[in-house]
Nanobody, 119 residues
Framework: QVQVIESGGGLVQPGGSLRLSCAAP????????MGWYRQTPGKQRELVAT???????NYADSVKGRFTISRGNVKNTVHLQMNSLKPEDTAVYYC?????????????WGQGTQVTVSS
């Protein structure tokens, strides 16, 4: 299995910031895409932001200008800086690892980290 570990969730007031981190095994030669998805009760999981192996990023419209995804200085890590948080950002955030070119191919998920934005 590919173990994907998230951290950084918590409770924050509206307008505040959180930084999420995700780590996949350094033994994986190359990960094509790493990113963050989120899910709230009764809704399907939705894309938040992704970054590919070349550093290209993609964001959901709802978080553009507020969230920044970046690759870490440690291999197979990624961070999500979340600023100007809103109550509607409240969700469980899941890190996704997408390996398309090298083995083990597939999509791998972390267990999720709770982000709650509330006063």
């Amino acid at each position: 299995q590919v173990q994907v570990i998230e951290s950084g969730g918590g409770l924050v007031q509206p307008g505040g910031s959180l930084r999420l981190s995700c780590a996949a095994p350094t033994t994986i030669y190359s990960i094509d895409l790493m990113g963050w998805y989120r899910q709230t009760p009764g809704k399907q999981r939705e894309l938040v932001a992704t970054v590919n192996s070349g550093g290209h990023t993609n964001y959901a419209d709802s978080v553009k200008g507020r969230f920044t995804i970046s690759r870490g200085n440690v291999k197979n890590t990624v961070h999500l800086q979340m600023n100007s948080l809103k109550p509607e950002d409240t969700a469980v955030y899941y890190c996704n690892v997408d390996i398309r070119t090298y083995f083990p191919k597939g999509n791998y998920w972390g267990q999720g980290t709770q982000v709650t934005v509330s006063s």
